[in-house]
């Protein structure tokens, strides 16, 4: 069995995230314990107990999400030896399983994702996302080609056969909806979001980004992590860093990046962290994998019993 850690993308986020967990685990509840110290404020409290609209808020949900995500791998590792392969999320996720491959400590990628949230929020209002069901790449972006200017939108999440998410301005976003729909499309789904991320108009964001990544140590990863931009596995941290800075502004190649994982021989995907997104792509993507989840006490339970093993020594780095 050749395993590969995912950790969940915005989006995901729900009130009650990871209570079951912490109240069951002890090592999930100091990882919230933790958030609270790096951050000085509840992300439990938040996290558990809301309201939605401020967990929703994406200067909160990305600290909030991570913590999530990173607790959720802190109950799996205290009760079994996982020994992935890869690690690797999607979009914010990506931070999470950064911290699994002891690249950045804990709470240093807290203060990164609050920056990058507080970064994402000041570019609200120029732009937004649109989910692309039932075409695949070549069709959107051909569609697309037609109807606006690449300055004004491009594919920001290759998602899975199927699912397409678009990023760009709001005039051209609705410019291309008859051509999507002329190719094909079954729905066009206007996602809930302040921007239009993944795209150039991020530019900012991800020069913000690099200014901050200064503040902070990076280490080698443990386990080769397969990055949303390149869709390639990595280890060497001033790679590492660098590439993360431009993810902002990228498409998430996340379909590559499965089957990426896939090619290089791994046949068990655990998505740590609220909902199962990540796990409904990857059947998606890679039908003959199998996916497990770690979102509450029931999917841990089960993720344990498939996984075997005993109990792993390796922690997060504070």
Same mark, same amino acid.
């Given at each position: 069995?050749?395993?590969?850690?995912?950790? $969940?993308?915005?989006?995901?986020?729900?009130?009650?995230?990871?209570?079951?967990?912490?109240?069951?685990?002890?090592? &999930?509840?100091?990882?919230?314990?933790?958030?609270?110290?790096?951050?000085?404020?509840?992300?439990?409290?938040? /996290?558990?107990?809301?309201?939605?609209?401020?967990?929703?808020?994406?200067?909160?949900?990305?600290?909030?999400?991570?913590?999530?995500?990173?607790?959720?791998?802190?109950?799996?590792?205290?009760?079994?030896?996982?020994?992935?392969?890869?690690?690797?999320?999607?979009?914010?996720?990506?931070?999470?399983?950064?911290?699994?491959? #002891?690249?950045?400590?804990?709470? @240093?990628?807290?203060?990164?994702?609050?920056?990058?949230?507080?970064?994402?929020?000041?570019?609200?209002?120029? =732009? =937004?996302?649109?989910?692309?069901?039932?075409?695949?790449?070549?069709?959107?972006?051909?569609?697309?080609?037609?109807?606006?200017?690449?300055?004004?939108?491009?594919?920001?999440?290759?998602?899975?056969?199927?699912?397409? +998410? %678009?990023?760009?301005?709001?005039?051209?976003?609705?410019?291309?909806? @008859?051509?999507?729909?002329?190719? #094909?499309?079954?729905?066009?789904?206007? %996602?809930? *979001?302040?921007?239009?991320?993944?795209?150039?108009?991020?530019?900012?964001?991800?020069?913000?980004?690099?200014?901050?990544?200064?503040?902070?140590?990076?280490?080698?990863?443990? +386990?080769?992590? +397969? #990055?949303?931009?390149?869709?390639?596995?990595?280890? @060497?941290?001033?790679?590492?860093?660098? +590439?993360?800075?431009?993810?902002?502004? $990228?498409?998430?190649?996340?379909?590559?990046?499965?089957?990426?994982?896939?090619?290089? #021989?791994?046949?068990?995907?655990?998505?740590? =962290?609220?909902?199962?997104?990540?796990? =409904?792509? *990857?059947?998606?993507?890679?039908?003959?994998?199998?996916?497990?989840?770690?979102?509450?006490?029931?999917?841990? @339970?089960?993720?344990?019993?498939?996984?075997?093993?005993?109990? &792993?020594? /390796?922690?997060?780095?504070?």
């Amino acid at each position: 069995m050749s395993r590969a850690l995912l950790f $969940s993308p915005q989006g995901s986020q729900a009130v009650g995230m990871g209570r079951e967990l912490a109240d069951a685990s002890p090592e &999930a509840r100091a990882t919230f314990d933790a958030a609270e110290l790096a951050l000085g404020w509840s992300v439990s409290d938040l /996290a558990w107990n809301g309201p939605e609209e401020r967990l929703n808020d994406t200067r909160r949900t990305q600290p909030a999400l991570l913590t999530a995500s990173v607790a959720a791998l802190a109950a799996l590792r205290a009760r079994v030896a996982v020994e992935p392969a890869f690690v690797a999320g999607h979009s914010v996720g990506e931070y999470a399983a950064l911290v699994a491959a #002891g690249v950045l400590g804990f709470a @240093d990628a807290l203060r990164l994702v609050a920056r990058r949230g507080e970064l994402m929020a000041a570019q609200s209002g120029q =732009g =937004g996302m649109t989910a692309v069901i039932g075409l695949d790449r070549g069709e959107v972006e051909r569609a697309i080609a037609q109807a606006a200017s690449p300055a004004d939108v491009v594919v920001a999440n290759d998602n899975a056969p199927g699912q397409i +998410v %678009l990023s760009g301005t709001l005039a051209g976003l609705a410019a291309t909806e @008859d051509a999507l729909r002329g190719a #094909g499309a079954r729905r066009l789904v206007p %996602l809930k *979001v302040s921007g239009p991320f993944h795209s150039p108009h991020m530019a900012p964001v991800a020069d913000g980004l690099a200014e901050a990544f200064k503040s902070v140590t990076w280490h080698d990863a443990s +386990v080769p992590v +397969v #990055g949303n931009v390149t869709a390639e596995p990595e280890s @060497d941290a001033k790679r590492l860093r660098s +590439v993360l800075a431009e993810q902002v502004r $990228s498409p998430v190649e996340w379909v590559a990046s499965v089957r990426r994982m896939v090619d290089e #021989g791994v046949d068990t995907f655990v998505e740590c =962290g609220p909902g199962a997104t990540l796990s =409904g792509m *990857v059947r998606r993507i890679a039908p003959g994998a199998r996916t497990l989840q770690v979102a509450d006490v029931a999917t841990l @339970d089960e993720a344990v019993r498939e996984l075997g093993g005993v109990a &792993a020594a /390796a922690s997060v780095r504070p």
